[in-house]
């Protein structure tokens, strides 16, 4: 409280001991000391005075700081440090008035006196004046700014956001600090953001991101970083979940082996949440692992891809027939087929009459190799065809020796070549 006492300002703090009363009475201008000196200030003219202002200052929170007040001529004056915004007096001359146990003051030959402050917190900071007990008093007043690094709000920020593929999405991150932070946004896995579909970033500026038209390629964990040159910066993980039905690639459409062998089916899906994929036979008829037949599945690499095999042990004629890879989750389901037929063994005279003889009009050698696949993975289909003629009425000798699913439709069409020939 603010009251008038011999034309100067008093503060008073409601919650001071006696002996502080005492004190602040004692120092306030027009006090019974001002009047015992009144006969030496009528011979001594000089009064105290500042030597320099105060200067604000800003300190990080938990740190120590100390304010610095400068003074000549002081005499038989007192200085005291008053925190403004508390309207609170913390110390006259030597005697600590404030309750507070982080308060300490000291002074050098009374020409500076400081004011220190341990484990600075953020009430601490405001405006503190330097105050000299004159008549009129005489004082300073400077800033002390409390430094806070950022520290980001949970309940005003994005926590895992789940959107279906092709629409919108906003994500969130709000941040307090002193003085106020800065946000940027980062994906974990170095990926750049793609904002639209033309245009992406490595790093987004601002509390909101914007991400239009979401692909499955944009799940994953983006990274919220709240910076104000107070360290340490805080960051935050935002999972983004795109959902989607599954979409299924075969490596190879057609595999063909001999009887007795081990067939390899591949299935790569890709969907989220994670779809559930099955074997099917031609009727239908879920494929279970057995002695004979070994399902495996393998996740990723990401969270929305799934590689699963069917190996087929000691390939049977009862084998030879499509396979249905199935995958379903609770935003659709697809299936794709896979043909297992029989190839024989080449003998070596067949391998032998394929590479060293030319084609002629009695035997024909055609050996093709393809690749293609937009990952960069090699299908190839390398097929030797060995046809004989003989005699009229003769049976023509093919032989197989292997073929890949990219080489299927030139397969199909040497054997319709061959078998106009």
Known sequence: HCCSHSGSSLLIVPDMTPWALLLFFLFQPGSLSDHRRHRHDADVQVLPSFTRPLRNTAVALGRDVTLSCEVKDLGRYQVAWIHLNHSAILTVQTHVITRNPRISVSHENQGTWFLHIRDAKEEDGGLYMCQINTDTARKQVAML????????????????VSVS??????????????????????????????VNRTFSVLRYEGSQMVLQKINRRDMGYYLCIASNGVLPPMSKRVLLEVRFGPTIWLPHQLVGAPLGQTVLLECYVEAFPKALVYWLTDKDEVIQSSQRYTISEKRGPGPYKTHVTLQIGNLRRDDLRTYVCLASNPAGDARASVNVYHAPVATPQDLSSATTNPPSSSQESVAQQADNDQDGEQDVAFIVINQDKKD???ADSRTVVCVGGAGILHLILHILLLGLT
């Open 145 to 160: 700014k409390i430094l806070v690094p950022p520290n980001i709000i949970d309940e005003e920020s994005s926590r895992e």
């Open 165 to 194: 593929e092709g629409d919108d999405v906003l994500l969130e991150c709000h941040a307090s600090g002193v003085p106020p932070p800065t946000i940027h946004w980062t994906r974990e896995n170095g990926q750049r953001i793609a």
């Open 392 to 394: 009229s009425g003769a």
